[in-house]
């Protein structure tokens, strides 16, 4: 009587494919200026009221400095550690969208024009930086799905 150990879920078939996936993935190019652009992107954004000038407007300033930062944590390392990070994209696009927001809704009179538009062009970006993270999590899976052969079969 020889008795089976039972295999443990990181080592199924179809996890250990996924992973291999995430890890060709992390190598791309695209995968690699996404992180490197998104880096860039929260750094500058933690980095503009002193560059552009606003940091007169102490909630602003503040704001765009705590943003930034998360941004810039919540994408680093995303090309090298893709498969544990790639969720993180769901927030950091979150945080584009409140960037481009955020000089309406955080208290004070911050509303001024090079405010306006370094929130929103920074912030645009990095919605968008954020999307094309998640998009390639949503390619990679439907890949996997195609040729396992389980994609565009109706249920039943």
């Not at 291999?20 to 695209?30: A, D, F, I, S, V």
């Amino acid at each position: 009587m020889s008795t089976q150990i039972p295999m443990g879920m990181e080592h199924h078939p179809d996890i250990v494919e996924l992973r291999e996936q995430y890890e060709r993935l992390t190598l791309t190019p695209r995968a690699q200026a996404v992180e490197a652009l998104a880096v860039i992107a929260g750094l500058f954004l933690a980095a503009s009221p002193w560059i552009v000038g606003f940091t007169a407007f102490n909630t602003l300033t503040v704001t765009c400095l705590i943003v930034g930062l998360a941004y810039c944590l919540l994408m680093a390392g995303y090309g090298s550690a893709y498969e544990r990070t790639h969720a993180r994209a769901w927030a950091a696009t979150l945080l584009g969208a409140w960037t481009i927001i955020s000089p309406w809704v955080v208290s004070g009179e911050v509303d001024r024009g090079k405010n306006i538009v370094t929130c929103l062009i920074t912030g645009a970006v990095m919605f968008l930086l954020g999307l094309a993270a998640i998009s390639m999590a949503t390619m990679t899976s439907n890949g996997a799905s195609m040729r396992r052969g389980r994609a565009g079969r109706a249920k039943g």
